[in-house]
């Protein structure tokens, strides 16, 4: 039975999942190298559960009773050695993530299932570097976290078929839709949405279509909630950039090929609404959507 969990980092991602199984009666132990960052995210989780209530889906115990299980820890061992499941949301690297398996492996119970939320990374690849490959399983979650209903469940090439079910239970329990994806270059997610936002930012550049002009076409027309311009400077820039490579190395195609505009506009530091810039610029406190000098007619 599950019940203690570690998430391993506390940014956007971590923090939201730290949040979700702690609304959902799971005791959390949320780690960070960076003492700043667990107080950043411990704040941002407060003030998303002070939007819950404001809106009337939690109440304000329930919002105490969450952050209460919530517990902070710098040190990996401390957090994991009682640990039932271990949900890595490290930064989307490969040396970060098998360096910090290899540690989990080492302190973590034998029971324990180890994680990773990555959205692009091998599962097999990070399973291989610990003795408990059948415990080694994707838990991809959507961004934000607590709002978003999708968790895709990525099998690696030895997870077991009870791992994958504890998983998708557990997903369940949390009020979350699991999908089961198996170990490709971008699983299912962003084997497919990746591409599509390389092929919006090719079509700009070759100026088939201007930035507003583009976003509009998928929201209108293919009613997408945001249009791929949009959501590639709410995903991040430069995380595009690292899951396209990662599907052009592992696929080897002509069409999985990263636009050379995407690529500029990372080593130019624009990478979305995170650095103030992408195809639109980001003012603090404000939602409207100005597209950025480099790309106005």
Known sequence: MIKNITVIGSGTMGNGIAHVFAQYGYNVNLTDVNDVALKKALDTIAKNLDRQVSKGSLKEEEKTATLARIKTYRDLKESATKAD??????????????????????????????????????????????KRADKVIGMHFMNPVPVMKLV?????????????????????????????????????????????????????QEGVGGVEEIDTVMKLGMAHPMGPLQLADFIGLDVCLAIMNVLYDGLGKDKYAPCPLLVNMVQAGNFG??????????????????VSDMFRK
């Not at 078929?161 to 699983?187: H, M, Q, R, W």
């Open 85 to 130: 499941l271990v949900i890595e949301a490290a930064s989307e690297n490969v040396n970060i993530k098998l360096d910090i398996f290899k540690q989990l492996d080492e302190v973590c119970p034998p029971q324990c299932i180890l994680a990773s939320n990555t959205s692009s990374i091998s599962i097999t690849k990070i399973a291989n570097v610990t």
């Open 273 to 290: 609404v995170k650095s103030g810039e992408g195809f639109y610029k980001y003012t603090a406190g404000s939602k409207e959507l100005v």
């Open 152 to 204: 895709e469940v990525i099998n690696g090439y030895k997870t077991s078929k009870e791992i994958t079910e504890t998983i998708i239970t557990l997903s369940k329990a949390i009020n979350k839709t699991p999908a089961v994806a198996n170990d490709y270059p971008g699983f299912i997610a962003n084997r497919i949405l990746i591409p599509m936002i390389n092929e919006a930012i090719i079509s700009l």
